[in-house]
């Protein structure tokens, strides 16, 4: 029935107002999102965002979980303290959050200042998708939010303040991005046949997570794949006989391989998953070309230094001592992170960030190509 249709036969029965609008509710519930958005979402609803992967995206959850005490230069350049993320100032996420124009997430872990009126994160650095039982990986991720939904909706029922309501949770958008770790552990030891097929258990876990996530009422998926892991001042680091796997850009063919073959079989698993729950919307965003063009135009940025690590130990060409991280006593940071594309040998500076969060709003390397900032958007 039309709500054209529903209001005409409303009165002719004469149903108090407060029961017209009720049903008028009900059926735009009921009604797909608002036209050409393709997320499931009330037309009109306040964006409500919850996130699951590692370093990339932690906003402070580890250093909440294990006391750390970070200092900076981390979080100079925005904040302008340490706020836990592994960062000279905004993680991709943070700049996410700012086009959907909510707080930044605060993380689960973090027990004063947090607001999570806009949603939570549950990302934490080193996480991975194996082993799923460990602090802090992406099935123990789900599991807290899991508990963080029922915290809220209890409160709500005794009658007392929760951040987030029923609607709000159905509402939400699941953002997931992880797996660099899982990859990179097998990079470490293994040969390049046999890293890509131990792939399957990590994407049956983020495949799990989403169906976990689905059968508890989430509706709107955005999952990113890895980025450039051949072209991370940390893995250019590691001693080699030769340059023989080196590409015209000096990063390494061999991971950055590894991770175009996980992107492409976790955008398969998308696609699975897409087909499978027809009233879900699942965007999937390859954010390895992305990344990987940081560095082969790194100029066309901005970047001077598209290899080499803004605070880290050692010079030229990549400044990364695997013994010296950013917060050791003795290393020092480069004055302008702007002119760098990595941070700290691991993760990107914010400079580097926000080009990248530019090209996700894009929808250029999303599918469906959906617009992030559209979200919830009438």
Known sequence: ???????????????????????????????????????RCRP????????????????GGMAAARGWHLTRPEGRAFFPRPTGRFCDGRLTIDFLCESLNISYLSPFLKALGSNYTSGANFASAGAATQPRDVPFALHIQVQEFLYFRDRSLELIDQGLSGPIDAQGFQNALYMIDIG????????????YDQVVAKFPPILAEIKDAVQTLYSNGSRNFWIHGTGALGCLPQKLAIPRKNDSDLDQYGCLKTYNRAAVAFNAALSSLCDQLSAQMKDATIVYTDLFPIKYDLVANHTKYGFDKPLMTCCGYGGPPYNYDFNKGCQ???????????????????YLTEAANAVVAKAILSSQYSKPSLKFDQFCRV
Not at 44 to 59: A, H, K
Not at 182 to 190: G, I, M, Y
């Open 180 to 191: 660099q770790n899982d990859v990179n552990a097998r990079l470490s030891n293994l040969p």
């Open 328 to 346: 050791s006593k003795d290393v020092m940071a480069y004055d302008d992170g702007s002119k760098f594309v990595s941070w700290d040998g691991v």
């Open 44 to 59: 009109g609803s306040r964006p409500v965002l919850f996130n699951f992967g590692d370093s990339n995206s932690d906003t």
């Open 1 to 39: 029935m039309s709500a054209g249709a529903a209001a005409g036969a409303a009165g002719r029965t004469l149903l108090p107002a407060s029961v017209l609008l009720m049903a008028l509710e009900l059926l735009v519930l009921a009604m797909p999102a608002a036209a050409g958005s393709g997320f």
